[in-house]
């Protein structure tokens, strides 16, 4: 062999040496990358424990991470928006893979989801959305996964609509919203209002927060009878926002000598145990279903992030609409 063929055949093992030893490292940093090394720790903000909602979501969370193995760090931020924004802020110093919360109210989270951004932490909304000051929200969060808080509200018009059947006669409803700025607060009353246009009869002639719980809701509703007295007004209907504000203003409504259900015909949201007891017991009329049981979606779209996986932008959860009628029957297979 010449002495320039002993070079170009060194040359061309050493070549190939090398692309095997390319070959092989690649290899190795696709197996470390792989979700099945590690364990998934995810960052959850929740709103607080203001409802049976509430507290159901939570129990739902806490109970999937556990099934599905993902370190989960909880934080309640007792329904204050400064609270959810320091936890979100030490999720990303934890360097967390996944941050997840509910906010409390639709703005001002553009700094702390700006951070996030940029350290590159995947962000899931559930149960309610946001709005940013300036550029996209959906830039924001990877995934926002719940109910549909506008078709809710015109769920619950429609029901009434059907139930009541007047067309001409004047109908007079009491509102009580939920958190002031929330998303389900804004959206079930968009909603519900889109109904009513439909229906000129129909009129809410009182409209005030009851912040999603059973005191406020009670507070409220007796303000709501003390100034419809004294305004010379009949109030035909309640729509709640939430369950636990409806049975908060069915005490109200007792208190004042009233039948509620009868002489006050009531339709709220959620579809919790008590509203189903409330039914059967003649005092609700139809609660329409949001469901709070996101933990098995939750660590589902979790580990499918940490794998690389493109998942849907919008979630929208299966819920359905609850007449007393069918309350009995139902109560049994509630699962909060």
Same mark, same amino acid.
Request: with cysteine.
């Given at each position: 062999?010449?002495?320039?063929?002993?070079?170009?055949?060194?040359?061309?093992?050493?070549?190939?040496?090398?692309?095997?030893?390319?070959?092989?490292?690649?290899?190795?940093?696709?197996?470390?990358?792989?979700?099945?090394?590690?364990?998934?720790?995810?960052?959850?903000?929740?709103?607080?424990?203001?409802?049976?909602?509430?507290?159901?979501?939570?129990?739902?969370?806490?109970?999937?991470?556990?099934?599905?193995?993902?370190?989960?760090?909880?934080?309640?931020?007792?329904?204050?928006?400064?609270?959810?924004?320091?936890?979100?802020?030490?999720?990303?110093?934890?360097?967390?893979?996944?941050?997840?919360?509910?906010?409390?109210?639709?703005?001002?989270?553009?700094?702390?989801?700006? &951070?996030?951004?940029?350290? !590159?932490?995947?962000?899931?909304?559930?149960?309610? /959305? #946001?709005?940013?000051?300036? %550029?996209?929200? @959906?830039?924001?969060?990877?995934?926002?996964?719940?109910?549909?808080?506008?078709?809710?509200?015109?769920?619950?018009?429609?029901?009434?609509?059907?139930?009541?059947?007047?067309?001409?006669?004047?109908?007079?409803?009491?509102?009580?919203?939920?958190?002031?700025?929330?998303?389900?607060?804004?959206?079930?009353?968009?909603?519900?209002?889109?109904?009513?246009?439909?229906?000129?009869?129909?009129?809410?002639?009182?409209?005030?927060?009851?912040?999603?719980?059973?005191?406020?809701?009670?507070?409220?509703?007796?303000?709501?009878?003390?100034?419809?007295?004294?305004?010379?007004?009949?109030?035909?209907?309640?729509?709640?926002?939430?369950?636990?504000?409806?049975?908060?203003?069915?005490?109200?409504? &007792?208190?004042?000598?009233? !039948?509620?259900?009868?002489?006050?015909?009531?339709? /709220? #949201?959620?579809?919790?145990? %008590?509203?189903? @007891?409330?039914?059967?017991?003649?005092?609700?009329?139809?609660?329409?279903?949001?469901?709070?049981?996101?933990?098995?979606?939750?660590?589902?779209?979790?580990?499918?992030?940490?794998?690389?996986?493109?998942?849907?932008?919008?979630?929208?959860?299966?819920?359905?609409?609850?007449?007393?009628?069918?309350?009995?029957?139902?109560?049994?297979?509630?699962?909060?």
């Amino acid at each position: 062999m010449s002495k320039w063929k002993k070079i170009t055949v060194a040359l061309s093992v050493g070549i190939m040496m090398l692309t095997f030893a390319g070959c092989g490292g690649s290899a190795k940093q696709e197996t470390a990358a792989k979700p099945a090394d590690k364990k998934i720790v995810l960052g959850f903000s929740q709103i607080g424990a203001e409802s049976e909602w509430r507290t159901a979501n939570t129990e739902s969370i806490k109970a999937s991470a556990q099934a599905a193995g993902i370190d989960l760090k909880f934080s309640d931020a007792q329904q204050k928006q400064e609270n959810q924004i320091k936890a979100i802020r030490s999720f990303i110093q934890q360097k967390v893979d996944v941050i997840a919360f509910s906010p409390v109210v639709e703005t001002g989270w553009d700094a702390v989801l700006q &951070e996030a951004k940029t350290a !590159k932490i995947p962000v899931i909304l559930t149960d309610r /959305s #946001i709005k940013m000051s300036n %550029g996209k929200a @959906e830039d924001y969060y990877v995934t926002f996964m719940g109910s549909d808080f506008v078709e809710e509200g015109r769920r619950a018009g429609k029901w009434l609509v059907d139930f009541m059947k007047k067309d001409k006669e004047p109908v007079n409803i009491v509102e009580l919203q939920g958190t002031v700025g929330s998303a389900p607060a804004i959206d079930r009353k968009t909603g519900f209002e889109e109904v009513l246009k439909q229906n000129a009869n129909y009129k809410i002639i009182k409209s005030q927060t009851g912040d999603f719980t059973r005191a406020k809701g009670k507070e409220v509703m007796e303000s709501f009878l003390k100034s419809a007295k004294a305004d010379g007004q009949k109030i035909d209907v309640l729509y709640a926002h939430n369950d636990d504000m409806a049975i908060g203003a069915i005490q109200a409504i &007792e208190e004042a000598g009233l !039948k509620p259900g009868k002489d006050i015909i009531i339709v /709220s #949201i959620d579809g919790v145990k %008590g509203a189903f @007891e409330a039914m059967i017991a003649g005092k609700l009329n139809a609660s329409i279903e949001c469901s709070p049981l996101l933990g098995d979606q939750l660590m589902a779209a979790a580990k499918d992030l940490v794998a690389g996986k493109t998942i849907d932008k919008r979630i929208v959860t299966k819920e359905g609409v609850f007449p007393a009628e069918v309350a009995a029957k139902e109560l049994p297979n509630r699962k909060y």
